[in-house]
């Protein structure tokens, strides 16, 4: 169509005359719209989904015999959230990665943050993060952030499992992505760790929750994984923290304005968010998209690994708590 000049759109004489002119200037008529722009409450597009390890597991075990490192970046499988394409959430995915003995992940680095819960691994399971080779054993948290080196190892005798989550679609949607292999394919390990603020160990990690639980009156222990010398935010985007649930313990009931995924550090239990009701094991991973009632309890004990864009949106001042139904 051959875009109408100022006088004649200017002389349309109907509405529908005016809207086929705006057509072609590739404008719309804003009182006129389908479908608001504004509506009272954040829609609920995504939706609360509970991840087996043990099938993911048993997954990631046929491809260590289909796919190699040579073929593979990283031999990993995605989370899709079943309301969505790709995410987890709108903000954050989650993804279930092995490594096998005597392999090696190539080094790279991007914009998005990234980290990782060991799930299963036995001595010899490393990443190294800018030149340290930290270990990876089971609850062990690793972070690699925005532009990071970080490649991966096995110098073990057995296959070594975790969770990544990352911050990609936020990335996507604000189009900062940036990508880059390292020249050497493999990064040299320059510095041992002794105290990086990349590395959080499960035995700390078990500490920590042992003395916050002896304060906590009765309700379930929670600490922020901070590093990089923050004690709430780990990362720009998306803060950490460990849970422990006592046996016959429950969390508060909450909604918030902040997407979460929680790795079942440890334990067993079920979580209530929306109208669904997911039980929920060791390795298995549980999505709480935002402003979704929620509420997680266990019978037997457990440990929740909670990671969140609360930064994003705290930082924003989208941040807010709202009245759970529960």
Known sequence: MI????????????????????????????????????WAEPKKTFLPFVWSYAKAKGALDAAGRLINTELAERRNLILQNPAGDYATSRTIVAAYQM?????????????????RLIID???????????????????????????CWHGHGNEGGACAYWLDVLDVPLVQLLEPMFFEPHPDDFEKESVVANASPMYFSWADTQRRLAEAGARSNRQPAEIALGGLGREKSALATMALSMIE???????????????????????????????ARLSWSR?????????????HRSDEGAVLFRVTDEPVMEKLGFLREGKPAH
């Open 283 to 295: 390795g298995d991973v549980i999505v709480v998209p935002a402003w979704q009632s929620h509420v």
């Open 99 to 115: 490594i096998m003995p005597g392999e090696k992940a190539r080094s790279h680095r991007h914009t998005p943050n990234a980290l």
């Open 245 to 275: 649930l006592k046996p016959k313990q429950s969390t508060a009931p909450r909604k918030v304005m902040a997407n979460s995924v929680f790795g079942v550090a440890n334990g067993s239990g079920t979580t209530e968010a929306g109208d």
């Open 121 to 147: 691994a036995e001595p010899g399971a490393y990443t190294i993060v800018n030149g340290e080779k930290l270990t990876m054993m089971p609850g062990d948290v690793v972070l690699t952030p925005n532009w």
């Open 3 to 38: 875009s109408p000049t100022p006088l004649e759109l200017a002389q349309s004489g109907s509405l529908e005359e005016l809207y086929g002119k705006l057509g072609a200037v590739r404008m719309g008529a804003g009182w006129a719209k389908p479908t608001p722009s504004l």
